[in-house]
């Protein structure tokens, strides 16, 4: 099963980031810094959700290969990867909490998925996606099919 999700993506140590957030909202301009920081680009503007292996995988949108959209500039070329699993997804829309006791989840594509709430114009804002994911790492967490949902 396949959901196409209005979404930027890139892999942080071969883990898979959404962000997702309105049209203008920063999630090229996230990415863009985050390709910086030293993540890879898996695709912009729209991301093909893809139920793998018992999770789900984000996978790049065929003709937007290695195109990230940076505005100001234009279209721009970057290295990418195919595929990635996800493992958090960022939401630019939703103010992020000061103090989150646990973490929100956001249903993309039949699975939970934690969500990170975040300004993504803010200095830090990569480093808060860096941290955020290796927690869920270091907890071994890893997004859950919702109950009904086909496999």
């Known amino acids: 099963m396949s959901n196409r999700i209005h979404a930027t993506s890139v892999a942080i140590d071969g883990f898979g980031v959404a962000i997702i957030g309105k049209s203008g909202s920063g999630k090229s301009d996230l990415a863009l810094r985050l390709i910086d920081r030293g993540a890879v680009l898996v695709c912009d503007d729209a991301i093909n959700l893809i139920d793998q292996d018992g999770g789900p995988w984000i996978h790049v949108s065929p003709n937007i290969e290695?195109?990230?959209?940076?505005?100001?500039?234009?279209?721009?070329?970057?290295?990418?990867?195919?595929?990635?699993?996800?493992?958090?997804?960022?939401?630019?829309?939703?103010?992020?909490?000061?103090?989150?006791?646990?973490?929100?989840?956001?249903?993309?594509?039949?699975?939970?998925?934690?969500?990170?709430?975040?300004?993504?114009?803010?200095?830090?804002?990569?480093?808060k996606v860096e941290q955020a994911l290796q927690r869920l790492l270091d907890q071994q967490f890893i997004p859950v099919r919702q109950a009904g949902s086909a496999s």
Do not use: M, Q
């Open 66 to 127: 290695g195109k990230l959209e940076v505005r100001g500039l234009g279209i721009v070329s970057t290295p990418y990867l195919e595929k990635a699993p996800l493992r958090l997804v960022v939401n630019l829309d939703l103010p992020p909490e000061r103090h989150p006791i646990s973490w929100p989840f956001r249903n993309i594509g039949n699975f939970a998925t934690p969500e990170l709430r975040l300004n993504a114009f803010e200095a830090s804002a990569p480093i």
